[in-house]
T-cell receptor
Framework: AQKVTQAQTEISVVEKEDVTLDCVYETRDTTYYLFWYKQPPSGELVFLIRRNSFDEQNEISGRYSWNFQKSTSSFNFTITASQVVDSAVYFCALSPGGTSYGKLTFGQGTILTVHP | EAGVVQSPRYKIIEKKQPVAFWCNPISGHNTLYWYLQNLGQGPELLIRYENEEAVDDSQLPKDRFSAERLKGVDSTLKIQPAELGDSAVYLC???????????FGPGTRLTVL
């Protein structure tokens, strides 16, 4: 069985602070994929990133960066110099590989509030 | 390009009534997903379609839930009869093929009184 745990239910920061959202996963698969999605108040989940289990390189995209560590089964997400527009619910998700790819298991989400 | 379209956006019904949700995926997307999202939780997959075939419906409560995607394009999810515990947001997503990124619609928020 697959499981994703986002231990931080809510995080509140002031604009320009850096913030890290934690994600820990469990899977018995050797091939799997990890995702982060953003859910603003409008409700639509917005895809942010996908990583496969064989690629532990960290990734940076503008103010966003991701740290994937198989040794600790973690896939953490950092927002640098946060902005009010970053306020949303963020979900980490896990998918098997192969023909079951796309069967996403989501964490419970972290509510991020960025105050001006 | 239009995103995933869902209707209605909001629905309030009394328990034991039937309800249906409609989803139109992004044009050309062959894979369609229905998810259930309870308040304060992440989405949970209910069913996945490859064209008109339901390839994974293991999480769909088949005693009261049904879904169809007759022509391999738009899809309908039905609940009959609805129960209080069905109050949630029902999300639809689509992807070009099952191995591609999923794009989500805005969801239908169902309230069962």
């Amino acid at each position: 069985a697959q499981k994703v745990t986002q231990a931080q239910t809510e995080i509140s920061v002031v604009e320009k602070e850096d913030v890290t959202l934690d994600c820990v996963y469990e899977t018995r698969d050797t091939t799997y994929y990890l995702f982060w999605y953003k859910q603003p108040p409008s409700g639509e989940l917005v895809f942010l990133i996908r990583r496969n289990s064989f690629d532990e390189q960290n990734e940076i995209s503008g103010r966003y960066s991701w740290n994937f560590q198989k040794s600790t089964s973690s896939f953490n997400f950092t927002i640098t110099a946060s902005q009010v527009v970053d306020s949303a619910v963020y979900f980490c998700a896990l998918s098997p590989g192969g023909t079951s790819y796309g069967k996403l298991t989501f964490g419970q989400g972290t509510i991020l509030t960025v105050h001006p | 390009e239009a995103g995933v379209v869902q209707s209605p956006r909001y629905k309030i019904i009394e328990k034991k009534q039937p309800v249906a949700f409609w989803c139109n995926p992004i044009s050309g997307h062959n894979t369609l997903y229905w998810y259930l999202q309870n308040l304060g939780q992440g989405p949970e997959l209910l069913i996945r379609y490859e064209n008109e075939e339901a390839v994974d419906d293991s999480q769909l409560p088949k005693d009261r839930f049904s879904a169809e995607r007759l022509k391999g394009v738009d899809s309908t999810l039905k609940i009959q009869p609805a129960e209080l515990g069905d109050s949630a947001v029902y999300l639809c997503a689509s992807s070009l093929e099952y191995y591609n990124e999923q794009f989500f619609g805005p969801g239908t928020r169902l309230t069962v009184l």
